[in-house]
């Protein structure tokens, strides 16, 4: 399980350093606007502590014109933590503590604030929530022992954030949006109605999640590696108290089964969006076929290069993503105020870049690439928002792939 948890504790923020590597340049040039840190101050009064017992933090970025009381919120993104031996090693890095963190980090993507690459958002305040407690903003709980003390407490970092910004302006938001890549995603949805009450009823409030619809799979030796991990770090963790209760109630006596997306969805009131690639490649390297369900390494060419992959293996491919859209198709058919993204490309995360998000490589389904999708649904522009790709290899926009290879070693990169 310890080599499990390492695995596992890969993500999009290891992986979208990769995109700056291997993709075109940005639309303009422009590489971005540099933000600098907020440590929230008052988080301790509230027991509000990273993994170490450091302040918890954000950035943000004002907005200006007609965007000055428009809020776009960002979860960062990292991997969790499950057990005690992997959570105090992910307290020693920028993963576990504001200490270790850079200070300013770049806008890019969705919190780019230039027109032309991010034409709906550009001008909103922007903020991005730093992650350092290893459970997608959930726990609240704490370890003690004769040599090591842990704090999990998302749930509190999340609340001290929101209370922080309230008073700068996002108590009087016009517009909202909640959004967040991979683990960040995944609090999206465990998220999304909470942070609808915070703000002004009168307030048009939605919230969308990038490659955080992680499946509760069955992997490629018929085991649940996911649900066994999600059931670890939610016990760990005391994150139950906080997961919707009309979920855990619908799914006693395993309320664990609500930290997956696919079964707290149909719960969620506030206006979704769900972002997602149908061939994951975090959910394929690590919920289809994780290491320890491939212990012969049958699997590596088919990991490093799709291209390479026999038969059988594409069978496998195609059949997660007959599972996703699986998972999918109720709030597909039956979500009057939903919208959806899901294409073929292999990769995690995908608003974070422009790459990815808007620009003229980045992938598009029915013409439309994935900015000009969450706008048309954010804004009710156009009766259709909910846009699925065909399976691979049929997509030709994918032109922003990660290198599988270079994904099992960035453990420690920061975005």
């Not at 310890?2 to 979208?16: E, F, G, I, R, S």
């Not at 995360?349 to 649904?377: F, H, M, Y």
Request: with cysteine; aromatic share 12%; glycine share 8%.
């Amino acid at each position: 399980m310890k080599t499990t948890t390492q695995l596992l504790d890969l993500t999009a923020a290891m992986v979208l350093l990769i995109y700056v590597a291997f993709s075109p340049p940005l639309v303009s040039g422009d590489p971005g606007r540099s933000v600098s840190m907020t440590l929230v101050r008052d988080a301790a009064a509230l027991g509000a502590f990273c993994l170490d017992g450091s302040l918890p933090a954000y950035h943000l970025d004002r907005g200006s014109g007609a965007g000055s009381n428009n809020w776009l919120l960002q979860f960062e993104g990292g991997g969790w933590c499950n057990d005690i031996a992997s959570c105090v090693e992910r307290a020693k890095t920028r993963r576990g503590s504001t200490r270790y963190m850079s200070k300013t980090v770049v806008f890019t993507g969705v919190l780019s604030n230039n027109a032309s690459q991010n034409p709906d958002f550009y001008n909103w305040n922007k903020v991005r929530l730093r992650y350092c407690d290893g459970a997608s903003f959930a726990g609240d709980s704490q370890f003690r022992n004769g040599t090591s003390l842990l704090y999990f407490r998302g749930q509190r970092i999340w609340n001290a954030i929101i209370l922080d910004l309230l008073p700068k302006g996002l108590a009087k938001a016009h517009k909202a949006l909640l959004t967040g890549c991979s683990a960040g995603g995944l609090s999206t949805f465990l998220h999304c109605d909470n942070f609808t009450s915070y703000l002004p009823q009168n307030a048009s409030v939605k919230c969308m999640s990038d490659a955080g619809f992680f499946l509760d799979a069955i992997d490629i030796a018929a085991n649940r590696t996911m649900r066994s991990f999600y059931t670890q770090l939610v016990s760990l963790q005391g994150i139950q108290k906080n997961l919707d209760p009309s979920c855990t109630h619908a799914f006693f006596p395993e309320p664990s089964l609500c930290f997956f997306p696919q079964y707290v969805l149909r719960f969620i009131k506030t206006p979704f969006f769900i972002l997602n690639s149908a061939y994951d490649v975090f959910q394929f390297h690590h919920g289809l076929v994780p290491p320890s369900a491939d212990r012969t390494g049958r699997w590596n060419r088919c990991k490093l290069n799709v291209t390479a992959c026999n038969p059988h293996q594409l069978d496998e491919l195609q059949g997660f993503r007959k599972d996703m859209l699986g998972a999918l198709m109720n709030f597909f058919r039956n979500s009057t105020r939903g919208g959806m993204f899901i294409n073929s490309c292999f990769d995690h995360c995908q608003s974070a870049l422009e790459e990815t998000w808007l620009s003229p490589t980045s992938p598009r389904i029915n013409n439309k690439s994935i900015a000009e999708t969450v706008g048309d649904w954010y804004f009710g522009r156009g009766e259709e928002t909910k846009e699925i790709g065909c399976p691979y290899p049929c997509d030709k926009t994918c032109h922003n792939l990660i290198p599988a290879s270079t994904s099992d070693f960035l453990v420690n990169l920061d975005i």
